[in-house]
């Protein structure tokens, strides 16, 4: 068994409770700000739309959320019931499929991205930008606790709105 003082243990038992009592708190307040979609079914999108137009795989945007194939199947099925997506065969590889937004789901999107500035600019209102410079360093830090990067959101997103 690994051996940590109980003061370090303390504040590492603290840190996760924070952490997933805040994540599911900005999914619950993430979604009364957005319309049409939930936090969740918003994030695939932009996972989708920050993925090459051929490489829209359900492993793909699953691996860019940091989730299972079965949950993002979960998500897509859900927003393709509303016209946001379409799934698609790859032309790669036949056993895949590849999700397009559809010109429905863009304009969800951008009523999302509204209203999502508005919700940003609150959770994050009291943060200076070197204070969110650090937090998403240590949180990028945390995310590799497993030796796995996290495949984040930092490029430009192949968005034709």
């Excluded at 700000?33 to 996972?47: N, P, V």
């Excluded at 993002?72 to 590849?98: A, C, F, H, M």
């Excluded at 863009?106 to 940003?120: S, T």
Aim: proline content about 2%; glycine content about 8%; aromatic content about 10%.
């Amino acid at each position: 068994m690994v051996e940590i003082p109980n003061d370090k243990l303390f504040l590492m038992q603290q840190v996760y409770a924070t952490l997933f009592s805040l994540s599911n708190k900005l999914q619950i307040k993430g979604d009364e700000y957005l319309a049409g979609l939930t936090s969740r079914q918003l994030m695939a999108m932009i996972a989708i739309v920050h993925l090459p137009e051929d490489g829209t795989t359900l492993n793909n945007i699953a691996r860019k959320l940091g989730t299972s194939k079965q949950n993002v199947k979960q998500l897509i099925t859900s927003i393709e019931n509303k016209g946001y997506v379409v799934t698609l065969p790859s032309d790669r590889d036949r056993r895949s499929y590849n999700v397009r937004i559809t010109e429905t789901g863009k304009q969800a999107m951008l009523e999302c991205g509204e209203r999502g500035y508005q919700f940003f600019d609150d959770v994050f209102r009291d943060f200076t930008n070197e204070e969110l410079e650090t937090l998403w360093g240590l949180l990028k830090k945390a995310y590799r606790f497993d030796g796995e990067e996290q495949d984040g959101f930092e490029e430009a997103p192949d968005f034709k709105g």
